[in-house]
């Protein structure tokens, strides 16, 4: 494996090992409904890739494009570190409702209402257009998680904030700023 593949890999651990620690401290909370980890399909979807193309079948070659993945994997990680940082103490797992709400607004929460899903799926796509191509399997996974997930939770914040999400939901867009 080439030092620019291993150094997004270790960015990936790292980034997966501050958001462990940084979830210690958070407030408590329960889960609004028992939705089940993804985790089965991601192996399940992982090994049909693996035995369907050969392990460099879908690498990525072109410089330009390498470039760009980084780029994009790079903003990917920063916009979901600083959004779990505006959200502070009131982080916490998908869908579910924290002891004393509070609603964010600002920060990256001024752009999109989901700005940790999209920060995540922009550095899965990165490290696809880095990498290798299979995570581009990954990200449609997780995007279809991240998107049921967030409309979950905008239930749940419309029930918390019956008077203001509403009218923030109709300024800001779920996942991509102007678009979606």
């Not at 959004?83 to 982080?91: E, T």
């Amino acid at each position: 494996m080439s030092a620019f593949k291993t150094s997004i890999f270790v960015a990936w651990g790292i980034f997966w090992v501050y958001w462990l620690i940084s979830a210690v401290n958070v407030k408590q909370g329960s889960r609004s409904c028992r939705a089940r980890s993804p985790g089965l399909a991601f192996v399940i979807i992982g090994y049909v890739l693996v035995r369907v193309f050969r392990p460099d079948a879908l690498v990525i070659n072109s410089p330009v494009l390498r470039v760009v993945g980084a780029v994009l994997f790079v903003a990917g990680l920063a916009l979901a570190v600083w959004a779990r940082i505006f959200l502070g103490r009131n982080w916490g797992m998908p869908m579910s409702v924290k002891a004393e709400p509070e609603l964010v607004t600002s920060g990256p929460y001024r752009l999109v209402r989901h700005p940790i899903y999209s920060g995540i799926l922009l550095a899965t796509i990165g490290t696809a257009l880095a990498t290798n191509l299979y995570w581009l399997a990954l990200f449609l996974l997780m995007g279809s998680y991240f998107i049921y997930s967030a409309t979950v939770e905008e239930r749940l914040m419309t029930t918390s904030f019956p008077d203001v999400y509403p009218a923030y939901k109709a300024k800001t867009k779920m996942l991509i700023p102007f678009v979606l």
